[in-house]
C-alpha cells in the first residue's frame, strides 16, 4: 500500500495536482510515514500535514487550510479503508455538487483485512469510483504526448513488482 501511495505521490507532483495529508489523532496513533512525507516537497501543491480527531478528513480544520470548493475531483488513499477513507469519500460526496470522488484500490488498508472489500463494494455503490494506482495515473496523464509521458512510463515500470504486489494483496482480501 505505501509503495502505492508512493507512487501516486511521486506522479501527482509532476502532474502537477494537489495533494492534502491528514493523519487521524497522530499523538496516539503515530505519524504518515518518513516514504511519503519525504515525497511532498512541491509546497506549491502540498497543504502539509493536517492533524484530525474526526474520522473523516472533511473537518473544520481542512476546510480551513484547503478550499474545498476549488476542487471537483478527490483521489482518496489511505488505512483504515472502512472508517476514515469511507467516512472521508461519503462526506465529500455530500459536500460538493457532483464531485468525482476515486478511491485507488491499491493504496488503502485496514488492519482487518475482511473490512477492506466490504467497504470498496459499499463506496462503489454511493458512487465512488474505484480504481488502481496505474489505471489512475494514466488517466491524469491522458495522453502519451504530454511532456511527463516519459516520467509516468517509467515510474510505472519501476513500480511494476510493488503494484503487481498491492494489487495480489488486495485480491486476496476477496478471498476471504
Known amino acids: 500500500m505505501t509503495s502505492s501511495i508512493c507512487k501516486l505521490v511521486k506522479a501527482t507532483q509532476v ?65 483504515e479503508s472502512h472508517i476514515c477513507v469511507l467516512q472521508t469519500a461519503l462526506d465529500l460526496l455530500q459536500y460538493r455538487t457532483k464531485p468525482k470522488v476515486y478511491l485507488v484500490a491499491d493504496a488503502v488498508s485496514s488492519c ?36 511527463t509521458f516519459k516520467y509516468i512510463a517509467k515510474l510505472t515500470k519501476e513500480e511494476k513488482e510493488n503494484t503487481t504486489h498491492n494489487l495480489q494483496v488486495l485480491q486476496s482480501f476477496y478471498t476471504v
Open 15 to 79: 502532474l502537477e495536482v494537489p495533494t492534502f495529508v491528514t493523519e487521524q489523532n497522530p499523538k496516539a496513533l503515530g505519524s504518515t510515514v518518513e516514504e511519503i512525507t519525504s515525497l511532498l516537497d512541491r509546497k506549491d501543491l502540498n497543504q502539509g500535514v493536517i492533524p484530525k480527531t474526526k474520522f473523516s478528513m472533511v473537518t473544520e480544520d481542512t476546510i480551513e487550510a484547503i478550499d474545498f470548493s476549488k476542487y471537483n475531483h478527490f483521489i482518496l488513499t489511505g488505512i
Open 112 to 147: 482487518n483485512k475482511e473490512e477492506v472489500p466490504i467497504a470498496l463494494r459499499y463506496l462503489q455503490q454511493q458512487g465512488v469510483e474505484v480504481t488502481s494506482s496505474e489505471s489512475l495515473i494514466y488517466r491524469l496523464l491522458g495522453d502519451a504526448k504530454e511532456p
